[in-house]
């Protein structure tokens, strides 16, 4: 094969392609329903990963970069794909996060390091539930509300629209999706209510490991 041909090669941008679910559609009920998951994950996300790839079609600087160097390296990227890949990149990026993030078995707190690392940042795993289920409260149209970890110390932030933590160089822990669609089918205008059931789905396991072993999940 040519040196040109591999060169081109080489110059392809990794396509995305969308991650299964850990559980079934209807796993997550009465909390969360099958329509409202099916719809999220297979057309929402999906649509975000055919924007992002689409996009990145033809971009050299793209070629072989996994989501997290695209979304960390914004400023690497032609200016013409720039809010793609921040906005789709970012909902790729944010929504494969989130379903890791969630299970039908969970439990209603955490234990191990990150209880302790909860209570020793807001006081009490209490006080932790309120402020982050005020942040997602607090978010103006959509956005997600993220528990991150900011250099040594834990904090709550918001980000707008598909606004990832990582771009800003925070490694995201928990994050909440507050678009109207992952909860609208359900719970119509009632974000408290979904912000509560939220709490009755979260893998803590998955957010214990991404605390305790960061280098292995990015």
């Known amino acids: ?33 099958a329509t409202t998951m099916h719809l999220h994950h297979d057309k929402h996300h999906q649509t975000y990963i055919d924007k992002l790839n ?6 050299p600087q793209a070629a072989g970069k996994s989501i997290e160097q695209l979304l960390t390296g914004l400023d690497a990227l032609p200016e013409s794909v720039r809010v793609s890949v921040r906005n789709n990149g970012g909902g790729h ?3 494969s996060l989130f379903w890791t993030m969630l299970s039908p078995e969970s439990t209603i707190k955490p234990d191990g390091q990150l209880l302790a690392d909860l209570e020793s940042t807001f006081d009490s795993f209490d006080k932790f539930k309120a402020e982050f289920s005020q942040a997602a409260l607090s978010v103006f149209g959509s956005g997600w509300a993220w528990l991150v970890k900011d250099n040594a110390a834990l904090k ?22 507050v678009w109207e669609h992952a ?3 359900h719970y119509q205008n009632r974000r408290p209510e979904y912000v509560d059931a939220f709490f009755k789905v979260i ?15 990015a």
């Open 1 to 33: 094969m040519c040196d040109a041909v591999l060169k081109q090669e080489r110059l392809i941008p990794m396509t995305f392609i969308l991650p299964d679910l850990p559980f079934d559609y209807a796993a997550l009920e009465p909390y969360i329903d």
């Open 54 to 59: 689409a996009s990145l079609d033809g971009v």
């Open 93 to 95: 990026y944010n929504h």
């Open 156 to 177: 709550i932030v918001t980000t707008a629209n598909q606004d990832s933590p990582i771009t800003y160089h925070q490694y995201p822990l928990l994050g909440l999706d």
């Open 183 to 185: 909860y609208y089918l």
């Open 203 to 217: 893998n803590w396991q998955t957010v214990e490991n991404r605390l305790m072993h960061p280098d292995t999940n």
